[in-house]
């Protein structure tokens, strides 16, 4: 039933779709801060869904087949974000156990032992002793007094805090986590992202490795001098890894116009990339932009919710994208 539907939708040759799926985590066990966040054995009933309804194919070549006309029907291509080590650990024998391929964006100046600045906000405020955390008086950054007694009151400390620091000037925005870790008194991990090793590993397993930026700015408040920098700094950094050319791209947090502009496709195609993904809700036609790849995943879980949900995420062929 769900075959025929997406045959319907999404058919073979120049009326092709391609879905795109987007995922950054998949933990060991739930989350008890972030019960909906993506774990091992919900990440693999979801490849088993996707592995009966769709032909998954590596992205670059999904690009490509998109361009020419010739994708299969249900075409589908499977994204992980940001490099996290659990990718490797826990996501990587799921997708070989499906026979699936995978495409992993890493931002590469978190490797071997860094931490994103929002896994500093989360890990300062979930390991944060006492039952409150007093932010206020941080320059630039408005914050207050988060009560912290409940795991619902320190997931929504994150998200406020997250939302008031995403779009500061990168700079700002790295003095502000490193002044709330050291308010939270927490002991912060440092074996969140990826080690060099892991990305090489992954690649030899079959996956595609592709850029994400260095520090994973904000790239529509960068100029083209520094846009360029982050994306050609990430894109040498993987080839060295991973020994072979890094064809893809995906900008950071991903919203058209307002993470990203003009500048920065015009750029991913001038140094080579194949394409390139954001996180415009939908799915790509013969006529999308393959730098402005759109990208979503559904959450529910149950199988024909998610089934459905996928349908309704394929009827958006016209995302958001800039003018470039």
């Known amino acids: 039933m769900m075959r025929l539907l997406l045959s319907g939708l999404s058919p073979a040759g120049p009326l092709g779709r391609l879905t795109t799926l987007i995922f950054h985590r998949v933990l060991t066990e739930p989350d ?24 998954v194919l590596p992205l670059d070549q999904a690009i490509v087949r998109l361009r ?22 826990v996501a990587l024998p799921i997708l070989r156990r499906h026979r699936l391929c995978a495409t992993c964006f890493v931002a590469t100046g978190f490797l071997d032992g860094g931490r994103m600045w929002n896994d500093t906000v989360i890990e300062s405020i979930r390991t944060a002793r006492g039952t409150t955390l007093d932010l206020r008086g941080i320059p630039g ?64 397993a079959g996956m595609q490795i592709g850029a994400h930026t260095e520090n994973h700015p904000i790239l529509a408040s960068l100029d083209e001098l520094a846009i360029r920098g982050e994306m050609l700094r ?7 890894i991973v020994g072979r050319h890094v064809t893809l791209f ?11 502009g003009a500048a920065a496709v015009r ?9 390139a993904v954001s996180t415009a809700r939908g ?42």
């Not at 995906?250 to 990203?260: Q, S, T, V």
């Open 267 to 275: 750029i991913a195609r001038e140094l080579g990339f194949i394409g």
């Open 141 to 204: 950054a408005s914050l207050d007094v988060y009560p912290l007694a409940a795991a619902q009151q320190r997931r929504q400390a994150i998200e406020s805090v997250i939302a008031r620091v995403k779009y500061m000037p990168m700079e700002l925005r790295l003095a502000t986590v490193t002044d709330i870790e050291r308010r939270s008194g927490g002991n912060l991990p440092d074996d969140l992202m990826m080690k060099s090793v892991q990305v090489r590993a992954m690649s030899d």
């Open 32 to 55: 008890p801060i972030f019960p909906d966040e993506i774990d091992a054995l919900r990440f693999d009933e979801i490849c088993g869904w996707l592995a009966s309804w769709f032909n």
């Open 283 to 324: 799915v790509a036609t013969q006529s999308t932009d393959p730098y402005q790849i759109p990208r979503f995943t559904p959450w529910d879980r149950r199988r024909l919710r998610f089934g459905m949900r996928l349908v309704q995420g394929m009827r958006t062929t016209c995302p958001e994208q800039v003018l470039a």
């Open 68 to 89: 020419e006309g010739r994708l299969p029907s249900r075409a589908l291509a499977i994204t992980f974000d940001d490099g996290y080590a659990d990718n490797h650990d």
């Open 234 to 240: 990430s894109k040498r950094r993987l080839e060295e």
């Open 250 to 260: 995906a900008y950071p947090n991903g919203k058209p116009h307002r993470d990203y």
